[in-house]
C-alpha cells in the first residue's frame, strides 16, 4: 500500500502547480454550490454519484458532503488501474475538495427560492454550475 500512495503523491507533487490547484478548487466550489442550491432544493437529481449523493440525502439524510466522499473514493478504487495514477490523484483532490466545499454551504438556505419553485429553470441553471464545476475540474486533469 505504501508505494501506491508515495506513486500518487509523486505523481500528484510533480505536475500539480498552484493554478491547477486553484482552478480545481474553483471547479469544486462551483459545483457543490450548484448541487446545495439548485438541485437539492429543487428535488432535480443528476446521474452517476451526484444523484446517488441527492437520493441518499433525500432517504437516509445523510449529507452529500459525506456520501460524496465515500462513493467517490469507492469508483476511484474500481478505476484506478484503468484510469492511472495522475487521474486518480487529481480525481480525489477534486472529490475532497467538493466535500468540503459541500459541507461549508449546507448551514445556509438556498440562495434563489424563486428559481426552485420551477423544475425546468432549476435544471437548466444547476446544469450550468454542473457542467462549468465539473469542466474546470476535467480541465485540469
Not at 446517488?52 to 459525506?66: E, K, M, R
Not at 469508483?75 to 459541507?103: D, E, P
Amino acid at each position: 500500500m505504501k508505494p501506491f500512495i508515495s506513486g500518487l503523491l509523486k505523481k500528484l507533487t510533480k505536475d500539480l502547480t498552484v493554478k491547477k490547484l486553484l482552478l480545481i478548487a474553483l471547479g469544486a466550489m462551483i459545483c457543490s454550490f450548484g448541487i446545495h442550491n439548485i438541485h437539492q432544493r429543487a428535488d432535480v437529481t443528476e446521474g452517476g454519484v451526484l444523484g446517488a449523493t441527492l437520493l441518499i440525502d433525500h432517504w437516509l439524510h445523510i449529507s452529500p458532503a459525506a456520501s460524496a466522499f465515500v462513493l467517490n473514493a469507492l469508483c476511484y478504487l474500481i478505476g484506478w488501474r484503468t484510469l492511472g495514477k495522475g487521474f486518480l490523484a487529481y480525481s480525489a483532490l477534486c472529490g475532497a475538495a467538493y466535500s468540503v466545499f459541500y459541507a461549508l454551504l449546507e448551514p445556509f438556505a438556498p440562495l434563489w427560492p424563486g428559481l426552485i419553485a420551477s423544475p425546468l429553470w432549476s435544471a437548466v441553471a444547476g446544469a450550468a454550475f454542473i457542467g462549468v464545476g465539473a469542466g474546470l475540474c476535467v480541465r485540469m486533469g
